[in-house]
């Protein structure tokens, strides 16, 4: 339960950085970004994978550059789903994608993995 709450709110921080550093993405209430961090929490639980199985072919060719437009399309999803989370177009999307990748990365990085030792 306590990782779920750290990744909501590293993906709130995420997305908030997002809005403030990526023209053509804002949102209209704090609210709003909340409930878009939960959104693209289930969003990438449940139709990330499906879409990266099914553009595998294309990530393959591109060298993995092709996930940075189907996680572009998970948020895209996200806002058209949610009505005070704006994306305007893919490049905003992408800008979206890497400032909340890069975010995670570091929240994980300063984290840590998940340890387990057998006692």
Same mark, same amino acid.
């Given at each position: 339960?306590?990782?779920?709450?750290?990744?909501? $709110?590293?993906?709130?921080? &995420?997305? #908030? $950085?997002?809005?403030?550093?990526?023209?053509?993405?804002?949102?209209?209430?704090?609210?709003?970004? /909340?409930?878009?961090?939960?959104? /693209? *929490?289930?969003?990438?639980?449940?139709?990330?994978?499906? %879409?990266?199985?099914?553009?595998?072919?294309?990530?393959?060719?591109?060298? *993995?550059?092709?996930? $940075?437009?189907?996680?572009?399309?998970?948020?895209?999803?996200?806002?058209? %789903?949610?009505?005070?989370?704006?994306?305007?177009?893919? #490049?905003?999307?992408?800008?979206?994608?890497?400032?909340?990748?890069?975010?995670? #990365?570091?929240? *994980? #990085?300063?984290?840590? &993995?998940?340890?387990?030792?057998?006692?």
């Amino acid at each position: 339960m306590l990782r779920f709450i750290v990744q909501f $709110l590293v993906t709130c921080f &995420g997305l #908030w $950085l997002s809005s403030r550093l990526v023209p053509g993405v804002d949102f209209l209430s704090n609210g709003s970004l /909340l409930a878009a961090a939960l959104l /693209l *929490g289930l969003a990438n639980a449940v139709v990330r994978p499906v %879409l990266t199985i099914l553009t595998f072919p294309l990530t393959i060719l591109s060298f *993995g550059l092709f996930l $940075l437009v189907v996680n572009a399309a998970v948020i895209g999803l996200v806002a058209a %789903l949610l009505g005070g989370f704006v994306v305007d177009g893919l #490049w905003a999307g992408i800008g979206a994608a890497i400032v909340t990748g890069i975010v995670s #990365w570091i929240a *994980g #990085w300063f984290i840590g &993995g998940e340890t387990r030792r057998a006692d």
